[in-house]
């Protein structure tokens, strides 16, 4: 009977461990042991300790990507909270058509990156995108916008990602609003309280908890998100679009990307390692900076 | 406040409200509509109502351009690993949350790790090699299962429908000399249908949007490229000639199979990610 019992119970948990021992867990530790050596895919596999970790620290490439990751994740949430907090506090209000609306503002979740960046690809290019056909032919602009050039491809990058975005943020701050109660407001317009004033003394202080977690999971993540940049600038040009994890996927696939890069297994473990430590530090240091921000309230 | 003041704020208000919902559509409705654009008028055209309306694109698209074969992959991806990520988040949800034994506090970490440490593209070198070692590298069945692994999410939401499903259940089944499995199979999945219904959503979603795991795996293979990376490859060889209306077609057959799903279901799918602020 107890047997029986015990069969059952490992039995059924059985499917999920092994698939994730084997490949969720399993991929981490063959990427730990592999940081330190040099491999290139084929040939021979040769230890060198440390030297995976002393070329990281002088790889501009990288210390390049890990700046314009900041940009980008910086200018992505810098966007796309306030706007997705502004507009979950108006349809948080009983708005007409409000059900209707946050439908409409949730739709890009479902879309893949991948998808949409293709047709931002068609929309924004540079020689004859549809932007730069409506803003000339309209005599908007004297002569195109190289959107996808060196000076704005950024600014186009974080676009994309902030449409991506501002539906999934608008639904965790409805979510959140919810859980302020309703006649903390009444009590506030009582006393003349105007909207500003109930947004800023009734509101923000009330999600701190919520707008803290929030925050924390925009910024990993955008820290994390290439998928899009490789799609629509493959990081270019000239690397102003690179970022952490897209510099790591070419380590380990150049082929796909086009990219001139060579293989490197070994080396780009090492960075996918140390862009994972760099993730975990900011958020961790967020999150001591925000916590002691909550305590002002 | 005045009449005036309240009207302006109103109209302000609803100001800001349409520019947003402008800025959401508007790439969406530019692929629709551009999808049936010849590609001189996708180029030069500066239009917004296709002058002539292409059909042919469509069937351009998914004779030459292959996008059958991609459409075909998708869903076989997207339906195998929705169905494998529910059986086995469920069958580990369900002993998870019913019995007691060595090992439950482990096994919850050993998920919660794999949502929250990220190496990046590194895991898909090890993942692939072992699909070569077990001959799964020549079909789709390899992303399936990789998809069915990251099912941690799926898990953990799952665990919250349990938690709502009353012990008595069980209780009466087995006293009517119901086994475990009898149990999980005629009485807890059948009331565990809400929770099935909206993991799937966002399962299927994941898979049908997925595009790095089965670009890597099948780089060399373009019979068993699924939608996202055919439609992305169009992208990568177009130079001087960009077939610009074959990928609004192909953009669009990505699209909308889940923008129907997501105009019939939009409430479970919002129900999740708003579940997730609460707790």
Redesign the interface.
Same mark, same amino acid.
Not at chain 2, 130 to 158: C, E, K, P, Y
């Given at each position: 009977m107890k047997w029986r019992?015990?069969i059952?119970?490992?039995g059924?948990?059985l =499917?999920?461990?092994l698939? &994730? *021992? #084997?490949?969720?867990?399993?991929?981490?530790f063959?990427?730990m042991r592999y940081m330190f050596y040099d491999y290139k895919g084929y040939g021979d596999m040769i230890y060198i300790g440390f030297d995976n970790f002393t070329r990281l620290w002088g790889d501009e490439l990288f210390w390049e990507a890990v700046r314009n990751t900041i940009v980008y994740a910086g200018g992505k949430i810098v966007i796309t909270i306030p706007?997705s907090l502004?507009?979950a506090v108006?349809l948080d209000r009983g708005l007409k058509g409000r059900n209707f609306?946050?439908?409409?503002?949730?739709? =890009?979740?479902?879309?893949? &990156? *991948? #998808?949409?960046?293709?047709?931002?690809?068609?929309?924004f290019n540079s020689y004859?995108g549809?932007l730069n056909?409506?803003l000339t032919?309209n005599r908007l602009v004297s002569s195109a916008i190289d959107w996808l050039g060196p000076d704005y491809a950024m600014l186009t990058v974080i676009i994309l990602a902030v449409?991506g975005a501002?539906?999934?943020y608008m639904?965790?701050f409805?979510?959140?609003l919810?859980?302020i109660p309703g006649d903390l407001y009444e009590s506030a317009e009582i006393d003349g309280a105007?909207p500003f004033q109930k947004f800023w003394k009734i509101t923000v202080p009330m999600l701190g908890p919520?707008m803290q977690?929030?925050i924390m999971l925009a910024i990993t993540v955008s820290l994390?998100g290439?998928?899009s940049i490789?799609?629509l600038t493959e990081g270019g040009p000239i690397g102003k679009t690179e970022v952490?994890?897209l510099y790591?996927?070419k380590l380990?696939?150049p082929?796909?990307t086009?990219s001139a890069m060579i293989q490197e297994?070994g080396y780009?473990?090492a960075v996918?390692?140390a862009?994972?430590i760099i993730?975990g530090v900011i958020t961790g240091f967020y999150f001591m900076l925000s916590r002691r921000l909550n305590r002002i309230y | 406040m005045n009449g005036i003041g309240k009207w302006v704020s109103r109209v302000i208000l609803w100001l800001f409200l349409l520019i947003i919902a402008f800025f959401t559509v508007f790439p969406v409705l530019m692929t629709i509509l551009g999808s049936f654009k010849s590609n001189l008028e996708l180029a030069s055209g500066a239009t917004i109502w296709p002058k002539e309306w292409h059909f042919s694109n469509y069937a351009e698209a998914w004779k030459q351009a292959n996008f059958s074969t991609y459409t075909w992959n998708s869903l076989f991806v997207s339906v195998a690993s929705t169905v494998g990520t529910l059986i086995v988040a469920s069958m580990a949800g369900y002993v998870m949350d019913r019995r007691n034994f060595i090992g439950k506090r482990f096994f919850v970490v050993m998920q919660a790790s794999t949502m929250f440490i990220s190496i990046g593209a590194v895991v898909l070198r090890p993942q692939f090699e072992l699909m070569v070692d077990l001959r799964l590298n020549q079909s789709l069945w390899g992303v399936v299962f990789i998809l069915i692994s990251a099912h941690a999410t799926t898990f953990f939401i799952l665990m919250g429908f349990f938690k709502a499903i009353p012990r008595d259940v069980d209780e009466a089944a087995m006293i009517d000399g119901c086994s475990f499995m009898g149990i999980y199979w005629r009485m807890i999945l059948p009331l565990l249908k809400p929770g099935l219904g909206v993991t799937a959503l966002f399962a299927f979603r994941t898979a049908w949007n997925e595009y790095i795991l089965p670009l890597v795996f099948t780089m060399n293979t373009p019979k068993l490229q699924t939608l996202t990376v055919g439609l992305t490859n169009l992208r990568y060889g177009s130079g001087a000639a960009m077939q610009t209306h074959l990928m609004m077609a192909g953009a669009c057959l990505s699209m909308l199979p889940i923008l129907v799903v997501y105009f019939f279901a939009n409430r479970s799918f919002m129900q999740v990610t708003a579940g997730s602020v609460k707790g």
């Amino acid at each position: 009977m107890k047997w029986r019992v015990h069969i059952e119970n490992y039995g059924f948990l059985l =499917p999920s461990f092994l698939l &994730t *021992a #084997v490949l969720g867990i399993y991929p981490i530790f063959w990427a730990m042991r592999y940081m330190f050596y040099d491999y290139k895919g084929y040939g021979d596999m040769i230890y060198i300790g440390f030297d995976n970790f002393t070329r990281l620290w002088g790889d501009e490439l990288f210390w390049e990507a890990v700046r314009n990751t900041i940009v980008y994740a910086g200018g992505k949430i810098v966007i796309t909270i306030p706007l997705s907090l502004i507009i979950a506090v108006i349809l948080d209000r009983g708005l007409k058509g409000r059900n209707f609306l946050r439908a409409l503002y949730f739709m =890009p979740t479902v879309i893949s &990156t *991948a #998808v949409i960046a293709v047709v931002f690809f068609i929309i924004f290019n540079s020689y004859n995108g549809l932007l730069n056909q409506f803003l000339t032919k309209n005599r908007l602009v004297s002569s195109a916008i190289d959107w996808l050039g060196p000076d704005y491809a950024m600014l186009t990058v974080i676009i994309l990602a902030v449409w991506g975005a501002i539906g999934n943020y608008m639904l965790l701050f409805l979510a959140g609003l919810q859980s302020i109660p309703g006649d903390l407001y009444e009590s506030a317009e009582i006393d003349g309280a105007s909207p500003f004033q109930k947004f800023w003394k009734i509101t923000v202080p009330m999600l701190g908890p919520v707008m803290q977690m929030i925050i924390m999971l925009a910024i990993t993540v955008s820290l994390k998100g290439y998928e899009s940049i490789m799609v629509l600038t493959e990081g270019g040009p000239i690397g102003k679009t690179e970022v952490m994890y897209l510099y790591v996927y070419k380590l380990l696939f150049p082929v796909s990307t086009g990219s001139a890069m060579i293989q490197e297994i070994g080396y780009g473990s090492a960075v996918g390692f140390a862009t994972a430590i760099i993730v975990g530090v900011i958020t961790g240091f967020y999150f001591m900076l925000s916590r002691r921000l909550n305590r002002i309230y | 406040m005045n009449g005036i003041g309240k009207w302006v704020s109103r109209v302000i208000l609803w100001l800001f409200l349409l520019i947003i919902a402008f800025f959401t559509v508007f790439p969406v409705l530019m692929t629709i509509l551009g999808s049936f654009k010849s590609n001189l008028e996708l180029a030069s055209g500066a239009t917004i109502w296709p002058k002539e309306w292409h059909f042919s694109n469509y069937a351009e698209a998914w004779k030459q351009a292959n996008f059958s074969t991609y459409t075909w992959n998708s869903l076989f991806v997207s339906v195998a690993s929705t169905v494998g990520t529910l059986i086995v988040a469920s069958m580990a949800g369900y002993v998870m949350d019913r019995r007691n034994f060595i090992g439950k506090r482990f096994f919850v970490v050993m998920q919660a790790s794999t949502m929250f440490i990220s190496i990046g593209a590194v895991v898909l070198r090890p993942q692939f090699e072992l699909m070569v070692d077990l001959r799964l590298n020549q079909s789709l069945w390899g992303v399936v299962f990789i998809l069915i692994s990251a099912h941690a999410t799926t898990f953990f939401i799952l665990m919250g429908f349990f938690k709502a499903i009353p012990r008595d259940v069980d209780e009466a089944a087995m006293i009517d000399g119901c086994s475990f499995m009898g149990i999980y199979w005629r009485m807890i999945l059948p009331l565990l249908k809400p929770g099935l219904g909206v993991t799937a959503l966002f399962a299927f979603r994941t898979a049908w949007n997925e595009y790095i795991l089965p670009l890597v795996f099948t780089m060399n293979t373009p019979k068993l490229q699924t939608l996202t990376v055919g439609l992305t490859n169009l992208r990568y060889g177009s130079g001087a000639a960009m077939q610009t209306h074959l990928m609004m077609a192909g953009a669009c057959l990505s699209m909308l199979p889940i923008l129907v799903v997501y105009f019939f279901a939009n409430r479970s799918f919002m129900q999740v990610t708003a579940g997730s602020v609460k707790g």
